[in-house]
T-cell receptor
Framework: QKEVEQDPGPLSVPEGAIVSLNCTYS??????FMWYRQYSRKGPELLMY????GNKEDGRFTAQVDKSSKYISLFIRDSQPSDSATYLC??????????FGTGTRLTIIP | GAVVSQHPSWVICKSGTSVKIECRSL??????MFWYRQFPKQSLMLMAT?????????EQGVEKDKFLINHASLTLSTLTVTSAHPEDSSFYIC???????????????FGEGSWLTVV
């Protein structure tokens, strides 16, 4: 079993829809949770960063962490074609090593 | 603006030659930098952790003599792929860690990546 599981998609939704992206994990030591957006042939760009359980909102993006269920989510409201990218969840414990999900390819259809 | 600069963005080299990739932290001093490799449609795999002034820590299965890492200053780390082979063709990405006092944790920023093609 992988430490971090993420549905690779692809996921296609119409413009304006709410997008829900999810990851599950097995390592209870993970404390820091991140979502990265990666455009084709580019490096990952940090979108959201949360520590422990709870919600965090930034503009159209909301990150949720449920440590009891070992489940994290990223919601994108009012999705735009420019949101089309691969979204990677990542997490780490007390050390500095990040563990990534496989990424979900998202396409927003105009 | 960019926090991490990576150079070159694209490189093509002949099999058997060596290629150096640079990673620079632009906004802060980075005692620790990370090197990842990403194959098409796959996730990032950590290759090694680069520590300023000391030897890098390599992940299991990564050849130290093939992927040479030098972290000579607080803002620069280099990855040299020695005696490159076509199977080394990949997307190489570096990242730097920034401490954030507000969270008593830290965030990690990535470079734009370097595409290596070995022919």
């Amino acid at each position: 079993q992988k430490e971090v599981e993420q549905d690779p998609g692809p996921l296609s939704v119409p413009e304006g829809a709410i997008v829900s992206l999810n990851c599950t994990y097995s390592n209870s030591a993970f404390q820091y949770f991140m979502w990265y957006r990666q455009y084709s042939r580019k490096g990952p760009e940090l979108l959201m960063y949360t520590y422990s359980s709870g919600n965090k909102e930034d503009g159209r993006f909301t990150a949720q962490v449920d440590k009891s269920s070992k489940y994290i989510s990223l919601f994108i409201r009012d999705s735009q074609p420019s949101d089309s990218a691969t979204y990677l969840c990542a997490m780490r414990g007390g050390n500095e090593k990040l563990t990534f999900g496989t990424g979900t390819r998202l396409t927003i259809i105009p | 603006g960019a926090v991490v600069s990576q150079h070159p963005s694209w490189v093509i080299c002949k099999s058997g030659t060596s290629v150096k990739i640079e990673c620079r932290s632009l906004d802060f001093q980075a005692t620790t930098m990370f090197w990842y490799r990403q194959f098409p449609k796959q996730s990032l795999m950590l290759m090694a952790t680069s520590n300023e002034g000391s030897k890098a820590t390599y992940e299991q299965g990564v050849e130290k003599d093939k992927f040479l890492i030098n972290h000579a200053s607080l803002t620069l780390s280099t990855l040299t792929v020695t005696s490159a082979h076509p199977e080394d063709s990949s997307f190489y990405i570096c990242s730097v860690r920034q401490r954030s006092g507000a969270f008593s944790g830290n965030t990690i920023y990535f470079g734009e990546g370097s595409w290596l093609t070995v022919v």
